[in-house]
T-cell receptor, first 114, second 112 residues
Framework: GAGVSQSPSNKVTEKGKDVELRCDPI?????LYWYRQSLGQGLEFLIY????????KSGLPSDRFSAERTGGSVSTLTIQRTQQEDSAVYLC????????????FGSGTRLTVV | QKEVEQDPGPLSVPEGAIVSLNCTYS??????FMWYRQYSRKGPELLMY????GNKEDGRFTAQVDKSSKYISLFIRDSQPSDSATYLC????????????FGSGTQLTVLP
């Protein structure tokens, strides 16, 4: 596609439920990132995928968070047993290489845990 | 203390004004500096990218890096209502996107 597509754009869930957030990167981009943006905070790196290499999960805040990338394209971020502090905008970005000045963000999924 | 400090604003200016947005940082190893613009309910988009110290100009936008003072700035000349957005600074010691440290963003409104 022309850009990075994320779905849903908004998600309201009850505390304790699991949620799945989806990211469709730009076609041909081998690098894919997930970030979290909380109110009044900068972007927080969560996880990075590059081709067929093992993902860099160093930014995941707890074991309730996981992500996968199927076929080197679409990625899903899963949050299990959601907590109110998980409320944030989850942003996905993709690029041709791991460069901070060369990647394109999606519009994000706004997650609200009530 | 955060590694990157950015005044959250909000900042409100009249159309045509010169806008100055700033970030300070504490990590002397940072050498890649970026400014992103984020419209409401959109993802950030790269505005300016600078390596090491110096100035870089692109149209109405000028980025300045002063590594000796650990201070970076973004200037917007002849500001327009379409410049109304949140501006995020970001920086890293390597070029890796995984190691970018972002400021919390400054919300700018340009009044017509």
């Amino acid at each position: 596609g022309a850009g990075v597509s994320q779905s849903p754009s908004n998600k309201v869930t009850e505390k304790g439920k699991d949620v799945e957030l989806r990211c469709d990167p730009i076609s041909g981009h081998t690098a894919l990132y997930w970030y979290r943006q909380s109110l009044g905070q900068g972007l927080e790196f969560l996880i990075y995928f590059q081709g067929n290499s093992a993902p860099d999960k160093s930014g995941l805040p707890s074991d309730r968070f996981s992500a996968e990338r199927t076929g080197g394209s679409v990625s899903t971020l899963t949050i299990q047993r959601t907590q109110q502090e998980d409320s944030a905008v989850y942003l996905c970005a993709s690029s041709l290489a791991d460069r901070g000045h060369g990647y394109t963000f999606g519009s994000g999924t706004r997650l609200t845990v009530v | 203390q955060k590694e990157v400090e950015q005044d959250p604003g909000p900042l409100s200016v009249p159309e045509g004004a010169i806008v100055s947005l700033n970030c300070t940082y504490s990590n002397s190893a940072f050498q890649y500096f970026m400014w992103y613009r984020q419209y409401s309910r959109k993802g950030p988009e790269l505005l300016m990218y600078t390596y090491s110290s110096g100035n870089k100009e692109d149209g109405r936008f000028t980025a300045q890096v002063d590594k000796s003072s650990k201070y970076i700035s973004l200037f917007i000349r002849d500001s327009q209502p379409s410049d109304s957005a949140t501006y995020l600074c970001a920086m890293s010691s390597t070029g890796s996107a995984r190691q970018l440290t972002f400021g919390s963003g400054t919300q700018l409104t340009v009044l017509p």
